[in-house]
């Protein structure tokens, strides 16, 4: 597996990062410090922690799971996308149970390695500049959303965990293939609004959500569309009250 595909993504959490319980059972059963085995290890499970909004260690069944995952030679970028679509699909059919076991996200990622493979065979001469290109896109992304934190550090603590917690993994993205970063981008966004939402002081969200569902109203008259509308809206109100940027490639 190319050594690119195992960067570890850094520690994960709200502001102040998660602590990694000592002594997590795979590093010392199973492999030494330092090794690009154990950093595949930390970045899925960081990735899930931050994606779940609260510190998470692998159960020996999701473990085995991971492993069987390097093993087989899955890039990390086929398991970030898999996981961060998972979550992504579960909030926009608003289920609120949340995922517990890395095993709701194997068809995801096996579907992803699929993927990855299939674009490595038809990969052209022009993919190290599109790379590049996309690695340039992300890190102004990742700049703008450390931007919004920064402005809502003080009177919004909550919200600016959120940006800093889902930033982190957009920086991380740029180690994944830029055909596929699209999709994750896509997936970390949802979680970007749907936290950020949740994180809001409550007269901050009432207003927000009064007037989205307002504008609603008399925009659409189906309930359906009017419900469509006010998650439009609202979505869009949210983003300007945070200075939130799109996370996309093309802006």
Known sequence: ??????????????????????????????????????????AVEDLFSSLRGVPHLLSPKDFQLLRSW????V????????VAEVFARRRERGETEPVVSLSYCRHAVASHAKRV?????????????????????IG?????????????????PRAAAVIDRINREVRAAADIDSRLVEEH???LETSL????????????RRRLEDRALAEAESVAVDPEARE????????????????????????
């Open 185 to 187: 981008l896509y997936a």
């Open 70 to 73: 390097w093993k087989d030679e």
């Open 1 to 42: 597996m190319p050594k690119s595909e195992h960067c570890g993504s850094g520690r994960v959490g709200r502001r102040v990062d998660f602590v990694r319980p000592r002594g997590a059972r795979y590093t010392h059963l199973v492999v030494s410090e330092n090794t690009p085995e154990l950093d595949y290890y930390r």
């Open 193 to 204: 609004l749907v936290d950020c939402l949740d994180a809001l002081e409550g007269n901050d």
């Open 117 to 137: 493979a299939e674009m490595r065979v038809g990969a052209g001469a022009d993919s190290s500049s599109n790379t590049a290109s996309t690695r340039e896109t």
């Open 75 to 82: 890039p990390l970028s086929a398991v970030r996308t898999g």
């Open 140 to 156: 102004h992304l990742a700049d703008r959303l450390d931007a919004a934190a920064d402005r809502v550090r003080v009177e919004r």
């Open 228 to 251: 469509r509308a006010f998650r439009a809206l609202r979505d869009r109100l949210l983003r300007t009250l945070l200075d939130l940027p799109r996370l996309e490639i093309d802006q």
